[in-house]
C-alpha cells in the first residue's frame, strides 16, 4: 500500500477560514481505486492550541508545528492582509522555528496573504511569486528580491509556490493534484469539486477596470475557434481577423479578458494538449507535435523543457506510471 502524501496545513493567528479548508477539500477528494487517499492532510499552528479565524470564531487545531517535520508539502494559509506581517513585516513568534524543522525537498506553499510569511523567511528571495492583486505593489517594495508577478493565479517555481487571492488557493491545490498525478486525476477531482479544472489566464482579469461598452465584442468565441485548430499555425492577425477586431484591439481585449497575451495564452494551450495527449494515448512524440501545432518533435521538446523542465519522453514515462499504480490498486 502507497503511503500518502502528507500535507501540512500552518494556521496563523486570523487565517480566513476558507483557504483553511482548501486542502481538506481539494486533497481530500483525490482517492485510488479502492478508495483509499493519495493525500493525508492535517493542520497544525505555532502552539497547537486553536488559531483564531477572521470568521470570528476560533478553530480547534490538533497539531502543533512538528508536524511541519513530517510533511512532503507545508501549506500556509491566508492571512489578515491587514495584520502585523502584512502591514509592518512582523512575523509571528515561533513561525522561523517551525519552517526550520521543515525537512529538505518538501514543497513549501503560500496561499494570498501569507506569500508575506514566505518573503519574510527569505525563502522567495531570487524568485517569481504572487499574492492578491491588491498587495503585489506592497509585497514587491517591501521585498525587492521578490519577482512579484501581480497577473497570475498561481506561481510554481518548484519547491516553493505561491497563490493569488482565495478561489486561487483552488487552482493551486488542482495544480498540485495534477503535477503529482497527471491531469487525469485533477480533472476528476475537479469534478467531484465542481470547479474547473483549469481557470484561463490570470488574476489579472480581476484587477478593477472600467466596466466595457456593451457594443465592445469580446474574444470567447475565438479562443473556442482556436482550441480546436491548435494543429494549425495560427497567428495574432489570424486570430484578430476571426474576432473582427484589429491586431491592436484584439491583443488590448483578450489581455483585459484573459489576464495575458495571445501569444502566451496559445503557447500554453498547445502545452497542455500535448500533455493530455501523452498521458492519455498511444500517439508518438511526432504525431503529438502535429496535433498540438509544434509542427516537429524538437519543437515540442524544447517548449516542454523550457516549461516544465522534463522531456515528452519522461513526462509520459511519470504520468503513464502514476496512471498504471492507480489501476493496479
Not at 486542502?23 to 483525490?30: N, R, T, V, Y
Not at 497544525?44 to 511541519?68: I, K, N, Q, W
Not at 522567495?124 to 521585498?143: I, Q, S, V, Y
Request: hydrophobic residues 40%; contains cysteine.
Amino acid at each position: 500500500m502507497n503511503r500518502p502524501h502528507r500535507v501540512a496545513v500552518l494556521a496563523l493567528d486570523g487565517a480566513f477560514a476558507f483557504e483553511l479548508g482548501v486542502p481538506d477539500k481539494i486533497f481530500g477528494s483525490a482517492w485510488w481505486d479502492d478508495l483509499s487517499p493519495r493525500y493525508e492532510v492535517r493542520v497544525c499552528s505555532l502552539d497547537g492550541g486553536p488559531v483564531r479565524t477572521s470568521a470570528g470564531f476560533a478553530a480547534h487545531v490538533e497539531h502543533g508545528p512538528e508536524l511541519m517535520a513530517e510533511a512532503d508539502t507545508v501549506i500556509v494559509s491566508t492571512i489578515r492582509p491587514d495584520g502585523p506581517v502584512c502591514a509592518v513585516g512582523e512575523l509571528p513568534e515561533g513561525v522561523e522555528a517551525a519552517f526550520a524543522q521543515v525537512r529538505e525537498g518538501a514543497r513549501i506553499v503560500s496561499f494570498c496573504s501569507s506569500a508575506f510569511v514566505l518573503a519574510g523567511l527569505g525563502l522567495l528571495d531570487g524568485r517569481r511569486a504572487t499574492t492578491h492583486w491588491l498587495l503585489t505593489e506592497t509585497l514587491g517594495r517591501r521585498f525587492p528580491r521578490v519577482e512579484v508577478d501581480p497577473d497570475v493565479l498561481f506561481v510554481d517555481e518548484g519547491p516553493i509556490l505561491t497563490s493569488a487571492g482565495a478561489g486561487a488557493a483552488v487552482d493551486l491545490c488542482l495544480h498540485l493534484v495534477r503535477r503529482d498525478w497527471g491531469s487525469e486525476v485533477a480533472n476528476t477531482v475537479a469534478r467531484r469539486c465542481v470547479f474547473p479544472p483549469w481557470r484561463e489566464g490570470g488574476q489579472a482579469q480581476f484587477i478593477e477596470r472600467p466596466v466595457p461598452r456593451e457594443a465592445d465584442v469580446g474574444t470567447a468565441e475565438t479562443r473556442s475557434w482556436a482550441l480546436e485548430h491548435l494543429d494549425r499555425p495560427l497567428s495574432i492577425d489570424e486570430l484578430a481577423r476571426h474576432a473582427n477586431m484589429s491586431r491592436r484591439s484584439f491583443t488590448r481585449r483578450f489581455r483585459e479578458e484573459v489576464g495575458t497575451s495571445p501569444g502566451r495564452w496559445l503557447a500554453r494551450q498547445r502545452i497542455d494538449h500535448a500533455r493530455r495527449l501523452l498521458e492519455s494515448s498511444d500517439l508518438t512524440v511526432d504525431q503529438i507535435a502535429g496535433r498540438a501545432g509544434f509542427g516537429t518533435a524538437v519543437s515540442l521538446r524544447q517548449q516542454m523543457r523550457a516549461v516544465l523542465g522534463v522531456s515528452p519522453s519522461a513526462y509520459r514515462k511519470t504520468f503513464r506510471s502514476a496512471a498504471s499504480a492507480s489501476d493496479g490498486r
